[in-house]
């Protein structure tokens, strides 16, 4: 006779050290082994979407800075572009440049957080450090352009609050050259360590074909093998001067699309930014950065939609406006919340120290999830 | 001898015993506790290029004694559903089955709290002790995740005993015997008669044995680290993924305990290692007592070297812990039953072959 | 069972590696300050406290109208015809009695929206950071310069000066009435 078995239901958050935020997972186990996992949402619910309506155009920036608090430049980055679009304003090319350096040194720092983090689901604290160590610089340069660390609030609708600092080009290239060695010192400190790729290779493996039906982007997406990156597949600002490659999953320690492979497009992706960045440090135009920022922000009836490539996916913004100051509505698409969708397809039949290993690879911002 | 020192100074032997007895807690274990738990801090801090606490103290030298303080001062929470006789008794028995192994352990050659025949022996059986303690700790807590990390814990200790004890039976064929302090005196005089370089005996087998000693001790400090829940081993208390396992729940003085109970474990282990591979007390170089004729010191320098050995290994013990991810619970099984026992097997085989030379 | 002694001395070889580089790191300085005893340097655009000079403060509110949050409430009342209420340093002349210049810090999110509508560059971000306090009350800052007496004595004023010219008005607007009347007539 069989014995009668029950599963065991666990909690895993709110309050739990890797759930990356306020992000609730209801496990349904047996044994160890996972066999549903539901996402519940919403314990960082500020209403931001319904907040804008009460906003003039500016005024909803500040806020853009608090979905994806990891990458705040690139939030502003997209709700300027989409506004742009939607007045048919063009920015002078100094800020375009600007801009995209601003916004590749967010991915880095974006990307040095989540591969942190993500040492420290799988256990070595050491890495964690060092990523947070080198996110240090780089938010030290945002501080010493536009004189906040985390929400900044510096691209602006036309343009942007301030123009760099007298320093910020040799202060930037010092970090590229200071940077790169710290790649490969992570590299042997962590992404080639047998224990951790014992822990992420072969693990929550994302097949392509699921990757694109659940709507993935970013870097999940393309490290299940697509090449598919807004940056060069559908441009915006002036990406397309920029000679850089999109690393793509190569399955090298295991399966493609595999929690390693996510990991290591970051990686990659990191020194790709750095490229960008060099490229557009050398010749970065002279110009005014406040003179295409218009008096009064009022754009004729109509609506957008537009999207860019933030470091974990695409950021859409759907603005309908109805030719008043204030928008008549803000949609966003955020890319953590449609990844979260994922999870329980990743998790199934994997372990609970797996989980971790999931949830941590896919690098969700519960700050944007919930917005 | 000290003993014998006790006994004089009482004159009675209940008291020599207990004095004997509590010697090791008062005048090593808990000044051990504090400066590991400094040490640990100091070392994580500047391999993070952090500096770690500076406030209390000189480089914050007295952080934990403050910490101490702390924990006695905080309120003792038990929660109601907990299974309460249970739940009290849990920190005790692991921090008895840690405290027990040290009386097996041969400080100098003047100090053994009891130099018992079945020193090492007594040692492997009285430790597995904490385990009941864990399961204990996890069971009672009424929490999930205390419990999956006791279960984890469990398994993981049984375990890793095999290996352990498979090296341990190694060393005693080559030796002949369990007694951790006529171990230490085999093993006396200078480094190359430790038995990390094959032991006291000169010729061809001592040189052959090498390579195997190495293997042995490269299993038994891996397993050491895996009973004493240390990274990569550290799954019972994953922080990331248990929040703290089996002690979650517990607070103030029951968790210090608990602190206490690991940080003197991980001096045990340290110290069985450095006994049976690198010549428990015995100087690498000889003593400064016997060469300007000073017959009391040498057991002192013994005592510095001893600690000096155990502290290097519990030194690597943090190095390792600040350096590497932790393995997930299968894979930790794997590494002890696919590539630990077996290795150790062939190793035992080999050695005994090798002795008959 | 090549695989098999493969992972072993993959295993090996890549946690010396690891522990190769944590042990350069014992020897590297810290790159982390000591904080209250030493201030790391802040650049010039910090953006912390705000601070209102109320010197150059014309009560125009462009700042609380920026404002996402809502944080400032500015009130003014007007000034008396004959009264002098001084000059910014820019040189333009002062209207308004500013009476109420209140920032909410506990509200502020420090995005500097208020700073650039400013016409006489008077509200503007410190470096100040160190400003917590126990009392959420204790973070509402009051910039007005003027003592509480003088704001009543300014308001009562101006209410005085509106009642003295809505009687003038009246007066006014009664006399040409009766003009009319006697033309009519």
């Known amino acids: 006779m069989a014995l009668k078995t029950e599963q065991m239901v666990l909690n895993m958050g709110p309050q739990h050290p890797s759930t990356h935020g306020v992000l609730r997972l209801e496990l349904e186990l047996e044994g160890e082994i996972i066999t549903k996992v539901t996402p519940h949402i919403g314990y960082l619910h500020r209403c931001f979407e319904k907040h804008t309506e009460a906003m003039t155009y500016p005024q909803v920036i500040p806020y853009t800075d608090r979905m994806d608090y990891l990458a705040s430049m690139y939030n502003e980055f997209g709700y300027a572009v989409a506004v742009e679009r939607l007045l048919g304003i063009q920015v002078p090319e100094r800020v375009d440049f600007i801009r995209v350096i601003m916004g590749e040194f967010q991915r880095i720092a974006s990307h040095l957080v989540a591969i942190g983090t993500y040492g420290l689901d799988i256990g070595a604290f050491t890495p964690f450090l060092y990523c947070f160590r080198d996110r240090e610089r780089i938010l030290s340069l945002f501080e010493m352009t536009c004189g906040a660390r985390l929400l900044y609030n510096y691209i602006w ?49 994302l097949p392509k074909e699921t990757a694109i039906n659940y709507g993935i982007s970013g870097p999940n997406l393309r490290a299940s093998g697509f090449k598919w990156d807004l940056r060069k597949d559908d441009p915006y600002s002036i990406y397309n001067k920029f ?13 493609v699309g595999d929690c390693w492979d996510r990991y290591y497009v970051r990686i990659l992706e990191m020194e790709e930014s750095l490229k960008i960045i060099e490229q557009a440090l050398e010749i970065l135009p002279e110009g005014d950065v406040t003179s295409a920022i218009p008096k009064r922000i009022k754009p004729p009836v109509g609506q957008v939609y537009s999207r860019v490539e933030n470091p974990r996916g695409e950021l859409g913004y759907f603005i309908i406006s109805n030719g008043q100051v204030n928008p008549f509505r803000i949609k966003v698409r955020g890319p953590s919340f449609v990844h979260l969708g994922v999870m329980n397809e990743l998790c199934k039949g994997h372990m609970v120290a797996d989980i971790i290993a999931i949830l941590g690879s896919i690098d969700i911002v519960l700050g944007e999830v919930d917005r | 001898m000290t003993y014998d020192f006790f006994f004089n100074l009482t004159g009675s032997y209940v008291w020599a015993d207990i004095i004997q007895s509590l010697l090791p807690l008062f005048i090593f274990i808990l000044p051990f506790a504090l400066f590991a ?18 406030r209390v103290g000189k480089h914050g030298w007295l952080q934990t004694v403050a910490d101490i303080i702390k924990l006695i001062q905080k309120e003792d929470i038990v929660a109601e559903n907990n299974d309460k006789p249970l739940f009290n008794l849990a920190p005790v028995l692991v921090f008895v089955g840690t405290y027990a192994a040290f009386a097996a352990i041969p400080f100098s050659s003047a100090y053994i709290g009891s130099n018992i025949d079945l020193g090492v022996f007594f040692i492997v059986a009285v430790s597995s002790f904490v385990v009941a303690g864990i399961l204990m ?58 038995m990390i370089f094959g032991g006291p005996t000169f010729g061809l087998t001592k040189i052959l044995l090498i390579p195997f000693m190495i293997l042995a001790f490269g299993i038994i400090y891996t397993s050491t680290l895996a009973e004493v829940n240390r990274t990569p081993f550290d799954i019972p208390e994953a922080e990331s993924e248990l929040v ?51 017959p009391w010191l040498v057991p002192v320098e013994q005592l510095f070297w001893f600690t000096a050995k155990g502290l290097f290994f519990v030194f690597v013990q943090m190095w390792l812990r600040w350096t590497l991810p932790r393995l997930r619970v299968d894979q930790l099984m794997q590494v002890c039953w696919k590539y630990l026992i077996p290795l150790a097997f062939v190793n035992l085989i080999v050695v005994g072959l090798l002795t008959l030379l | 069972m090549r695989e098999y002694f493969n992972n072993i001395w993959t295993a090996v070889i890549t946690i010396l590696i690891g522990m190769k580089v944590t042990f350069k790191h014992l020897f590297v300085p810290a790159v982390t300050i000591q904080y209250p005893d030493v201030k790391p340097q802040l650049p010039e655009r910090e953006r912390n406290r705000l601070y209102v000079n109320m010197d150059d403060c014309i009560g125009c509110d462009q700042c609380a109208r920026a404002c996402p949050v809502d944080c400032i409430t500015i009130e003014t009342v007007k000034g008396l015809p004959g009264e002098d209420l001084g000059k910014t340093s820019n040189g333009k002349k002062k209207a308004l009695w500013v009476t109420k210049f209140d920032i909410d810090f506990a509200k502020c999110c420090y995005c500097q929206l208020c700073v650039f509508p400013c016409p006489t560059e008077c509200i503007y971000m410190t470096d100040t950071y160190e400003f917590s306090e126990f009392e959420r009350n204790n973070l509402l800052y009051d910039f007005v310069t003027l003592t509480p007496e003088e704001r009543l ?18 007066a006014a607007k009664t006399q040409p009435t009766n003009k009319t009347a006697e033309t009519k007539e």
């Open chain 1, 157 to 205: 609708v036309g343009g942007l609050s301030h123009d760099l600092h007298p320093d910020f080009v040799r202060s930037a290239k010092e970090f590229v050259t200071y940077f790169r060695p710290k790649i490969k010192e992570l590299n042997d400190l962590l992404t080639n360590n047998k224990i951790f790729i014992d822990r992420t290779a072969n693990i929550g493996i």
């Open chain 1, 243 to 255: 000679d850089f490659d999109i690393p793509v999953g190569q399955g090298s320690m295991g399966t």
């Open chain 2, 37 to 54: 738990v400094w040490l640990e801090r100091k070392v994580s801090a500047h391999m993070q290029d952090r500096l770690g606490p500076m």
């Open chain 2, 137 to 194: 700790a996890g069971w009672s807590s009424n929490n999930k995740y205390s419990l999956l990390g006791a279960m984890r814990s469990a398994a993981q200790i049984i375990s890793y005993e095999i290996p352990t004890v498979l090296v341990i039976i190694t060393i005693v064929m080559i030796t002949g015997t369990l007694n951790l302090g006529t171990l230490s005196e085999m093993q006396t005089g200078h480094f190359w008669n430790w």
């Open chain 2, 244 to 294: 703290s396992g089996y002690h979650t729940e517990y607070s103030g003085m029951k968790f210090a305990m608990f602190f206490l109970a690991e940080y003197a474990n991980m001096f045990a282990v340290s110290a069985i290692v450095a006994a049976l591979f690198f010549g428990g007390y015995q100087s690498p170089v000889g003593y400064l007592g016997n060469l300007f004729n000073i």
């Open chain 3, 153 to 170: 004595e300014k308001k009562a004023n101006y209410e005085k000066y509106e009642a003295e010219k809505a009687t003038e008005k009246a």
